[in-house]
Nanobody
């Protein structure tokens, strides 16, 4: 069964950096558009950043200038570089992407199980 797997979360002090990665659990043909979401206790899941297959990006206002979403198509990976982290960035971060399993497959959306990011003050 295909899954998205996130990694790179952890505990960091305010002002620090983390880099999250997202990759499919099996070999796939391509990752199309991909988004990073986050959810903290008692809050709704929110879009943090997104990137299309041609590299166009979008960011939540709260992370503009601090976070950078990128992709390496040859590796079929998506990244979220998070700099100048703040305590309010503490959340579980989820990868969501349209995966094309094979060259003739129709892209389908998948979610990862999330990775915890904790920023201490």
């Amino acid at each position: 069964q295909v899954q998205l797997v996130e990694s790179g979360g952890g505990l960091v002090q305010a002002g620090g950096s983390l880099r999250l990665s997202c990759v499919a659990s099996i070999s796939i043909f391509s990752i199309n558009r991909a988004n990073w979401y986050r959810q903290s206790p008692g809050k709704q899941r929110e879009l943090v950043a997104g990137i299309t297959s041609d590299g166009s990006t979008v960011y939540a206002d709260s992370v503009k200038g601090r976070f950078t979403v990128s992709r390496v198509n040859a590796e079929k990976k998506v990244y979220l570089q998070m700099n100048s982290l703040k305590p309010e960035d503490t959340a579980v971060y989820y990868c969501n992407a349209d995966l094309q399993i094979g060259p003739l497959s129709y892209p389908r959306g998948y979610w990862g199980q999330g990775t915890q990011v904790t920023v201490s003050s």
